[in-house]
């Protein structure tokens, strides 16, 4: 999981500059990700680990953290 | 005849009463509280003197916003719905552009309302929805006798492609003629269940608002953050018995693109309209696939300008993946003209530009008679008493079966997440950030990404957030590109047909 943490801080940081803390929780909760930021991020994970996120996937705890995110890719690739 | 909007909410009354109108997760309004509501903020207004002027509203997406609305036109004024989302410096761009004296604020706003430096009267919503403040009724009924249909109902902002919004006006009139078709078209009645997605400081929320009071149907305001969450949306509409949506193709897109349907499939709708950008045929067919039998799917096209949507097409056969879903026709009592640039009908099948007549026309751009009178002219097919159309920008062809298919946009005007932005209006906003010399924008229809590229000292980085401090989140662009040289065409104009080539790869 480790491995694909660095790459989701990178979206995220691309994403969102302002961000200052990169283990940042409540990026749904608190509303910073918007759909375009939601889309963009499964497009990259495709892309980087070939992890194909199902709509069932993609809920608002999953995408709270880059940690969240990373469990997910986990949980996917490993299932 | 009807002549005001709160027609559709005072007809009937005492039907509808305790119905609920509006909802979202945290708050509903029956007519009866919309009604109360409204008229007390009518009151308020009149007694503060603020009578035939626009009438800020800074408040969220909730049915509130609309009680609000309603009690702005009560009291005589139009109302003028400003984006709580957006930043400080593009509210501010629209309460100069419209000259405000006034706002009626949530109370939740009034910290972000501080940053706006609002030098006019703000009255806080809750303190005049209070049931200790009495309804002046003579007042109210003097306010409504007095008014016309020509009067103004509302102005919504669009992006200009001078870096100043645009704030369109429109009349009741106008706005009791789009109703009046599009519940036929949309076969609204008492049954109906709208869900509502666009925000409400565009025409685009009339859909649901106008219908809902004039039919007593209801309406839910689906929460901004399940269009991303798609399953939790189609459960959203399940759970609520929602058969009729009006949405833009991306978020209907969306749903399906991700594969919702496998998971969760919508049971009650009935009516899925869809307009505002192209919606490709292969999700069309996964939506129609997914919802009941018989689910009848229209495409809706119209300008701001022309009052909400002005053409409509049922779909009534298969499409070919790449192939456009037509536009259809006008709606009743509108005509689309295809003009060339010379002003002639152009002939069958070939392309042209949409001109808008009919009482949709709106009256024109707030405080800015120049613009207005390049779109809002005069007929060219007619030189023998006035006339106004809306020239579009669009460009229609009509096909062998006599139907109106979208071809492009004129200017450099782009459709992207629902949202119509002059890509000018970027580049005004950047070109103004020090250290950027040249810049243009572009827009990759693929991948539905605002490219910008420009010329200049200054990071890609501080650029990016200059932008953010300054424009709606949908109009920033996707990627940020600095050059060392700007490509120009032999003419001397930036060549965005080469940077579009190099970019949208």
Redesign the interface.
Same mark, same amino acid.
């Given at each position: 999981m480790e491995e694909y943490l660095d790459t989701i801080k990178q979206i995220i940081a691309d994403l969102h500059?302002?961000l200052d803390d990169e283990d940042r929780e409540g990026l749904?909760a608190d509303?910073i990700?918007?759909?375009?930021d &939601?889309?963009?991020i499964?497009t990259q994970l495709a892309d980087e680990f070939d992890a194909v996120i199902?709509?069932?996937k &993609?809920?608002?705890e999953n995408?709270d953290s880059a940690r969240a995110i990373a469990e997910l890719v986990d949980e996917i690739l490993n299932d | 005849m009807i002549k005001n909007l709160l027609e559709y909410l005072y007809d009937d009354i005492d039907l509808k009463r305790d119905k609920t109108a509006f909802s979202d997760e945290n708050e509903s309004l029956t007519f009866a509280d919309l009604y109360d509501i409204s008229r007390r903020i009518g009151t308020e207004l009149a007694r503060a003197s603020f009578y035939r002027e626009p009438v800020a509203i800074y408040m969220d997406r909730r049915p509130a916003m609309i009680a609000a609305f309603l009690g702005v036109l009560a009291g005589g004024c139009f109302y003028v719905p400003l984006d709580s989302t957006a930043p400080a410096g593009r509210v501010k761009a629209v309460i100069e552009t419209a000259a405000l004296r006034v706002m009626i604020c949530g109370r939740d706003n009034l910290k972000k309302a501080e940053e706006l430096d609002f030098k006019g009267r703000v009255l806080v919503y809750e303190d005049l929805i209070d049931e200790s403040c009495p309804v002046d009724d003579a007042a109210l009924a003097r306010i409504f006798d007095a008014q016309i249909d020509t009067d103004p109902a509302y102005i919504v902002f669009t992006s200009g492609s001078t870096g100043t919004p645009k704030g369109v006006v429109a009349c009741h009139r106008s706005v009791i003629d789009y109703i009046e078709h599009l519940s036929e078209i949309l076969e609204v009645d008492e049954s109906t269940v709208f869900g509502n997605q666009s925000p409400f400081y565009f025409d685009a929320c009339l859909k649901e608002i106008y219908p809902t009071l004039k039919f007593g149907a209801s309406a839910w305001i689906v929460p901004r953050?399940y269009?991303?969450? /798609?399953? $939790?949306l189609v459960e959203f509409l399940n759970e609520h018995k929602i058969n009729t949506i009006c949405w833009v193709g991306s978020a209907l897109r969306?749903v399906s693109a991700?594969? /919702?349907f $496998? /998971?969760v499939r919508p049971q009650y709708l009935r009516t899925v309209a869809f307009g505002s950008e192209v919606f490709p045929p292969k999700e069309l067919r996964a939506w129609k696939e997914a919802t009941p039998e018989g689910t009848k799917y229209i495409n809706l096209y119209g300008p701001t300008e022309g009052t909400g949507m002005c053409c409509f097409y049922r779909v009534d056969r298969e499409f070919e993946d790449g192939e456009a879903i037509p536009i259809g026709r006008p709606f009743p009592n509108s005509e689309i003209l295809l003009l060339s640039d010379d002003g002639r009908e152009v002939a069958d099948g070939e392309t042209g530009e949409i001109y808008v007549r009919g009482t949709c026309v709106t009256l024109g751009y707030f405080n800015n008679p120049e613009k207005t009178g390049e779109s809002f002219v005069q007929n060219p097919l007619n030189n023998a008493y006035p006339e106004i159309l809306y020239k579009t920008g669009d460009l229609a062809r009509r096909n062998e079966r006599g139907e109106l298919v979208f071809v492009s946009r004129k200017d450099y005007q782009i459709k992207h997440?629902g949202h119509r932005i002059e890509l000018g209006e970027i580049e005004s906003v950047a070109g103004g950030i020090s250290g950027v010399e040249i810049v243009a924008c572009v827009y990759d229809s693929n991948a539905d990404k605002i490219i910008m590229v420009y010329k200049g000292e200054a990071e890609e980085?501080a650029v990016?957030?200059h932008l $953010?401090e300054t424009l709606p989140?949908?109009m920033l662009p996707?990627r940020i590109v600095k050059v060392v040289r700007m490509p120009f065409t032999p003419g001397g104009k930036i060549d965005r047909k080469g940077l579009a080539e190099t970019y949208t790869k």
């Open positions: 500059p302002e749904v509303g990700l918007d759909s375009y &939601i889309i963009t499964i199902t709509a069932d &993609i809920t608002p995408f | 953050e269009f991303m969450f /798609t399953v $939790k969306m991700l594969g /919702t $496998k /998971t997440m980085s990016g957030d $953010k989140r949908y996707g």
